[in-house]
């Protein structure tokens, strides 16, 4: 077997050990006992308007596999602003993404994590936060704040592993579209786009 295949091969399986260590740890700050798919990354990330230059806001980003399908799909490192709960992943975040913004903090509490982009406009926010973890009024508070972060018209596109959307619709507010559903993840995830309601 090639040296660089092996090293691949290695680092993997480094990756869901360091994952699943972090589950036993902290459950309540990991969703799943793997982390997410390649494909499921691409999905998720596939939202993201090319060509713009305004920056992404990742949450959760784990051992990185969705911020790996992020800047794949053209965002710029230093346009990517990524918060993981989670510090012990953020050694290995940094260096294998250099440039990239990683802050370590609580994404329901962005307005600390991120001073200095209060009433920064993003063009998507991607979010593997286990949001089923957390109780209802939490979650509808997370997401009305996210809207609030997000140019016009641009999603938030949400990893969960149950069959309907860990937010319900409010269609005054926000819709909630199911992007899809990835069985081959592992666990199978729901994919799920939240867009703010336009004014009329």
């Known amino acids: 077997m090639p040296a660089r295949i092996a090293q691949q091969i290695s680092k993997h399986f480094d990756e869901e050990i360091r994952f699943f260590r972090t589950w036993i740890d902290q459950p309540k700050a990991v969703g799943a006992v793997l982390p997410t798919s390649a494909a499921t ?30 800047l794949e799909r ?37 307005d600390s994590v991120l001073p200095e982009l209060n009433g920064q406009r993003f063009n998507a926010i991607i979010s593997g936060i286990p949001l089923l973890n957390f109780d209802l ?22 990893i969960s592993y149950g069959p309907k959307s860990p937010i319900p619709p409010n269609f005054t507010n ?11 993840n592992v666990p199978p995830a729901r ?6 309601v336009p004014i009329m």
């Open 41 to 70: 990354a691409r999905k998720m990330a596939s939202l993201i308007e090319p060509g713009s230059d305004d920056p992404i806001l990742e949450l959760g980003p784990g051992t990185g596999v969705i911020t790996k399908a992020i």
């Open 174 to 184: 926000y819709t909630v579209e199911p992007l899809h559903w990835m069985v081959r």
């Open 74 to 110: 053209g965002v710029a490192p230093e346009n990517l602003y990524s918060v993981e709960y989670s510090e012990g992943f953020i050694p290995d975040l940094c260096q294998s993404y250099p440039n990239v913004n990683f802050r370590h903090g609580d994404a329901f509490d962005l």
């Open 137 to 158: 009024d939490a979650r509808m508070s997370l997401l009305q704040d996210l809207l609030d972060r997000l140019n016009p018209g641009r999603p938030v596109v949400q």
């Open 191 to 196: 994919l799920w786009v939240y867009r703010r």
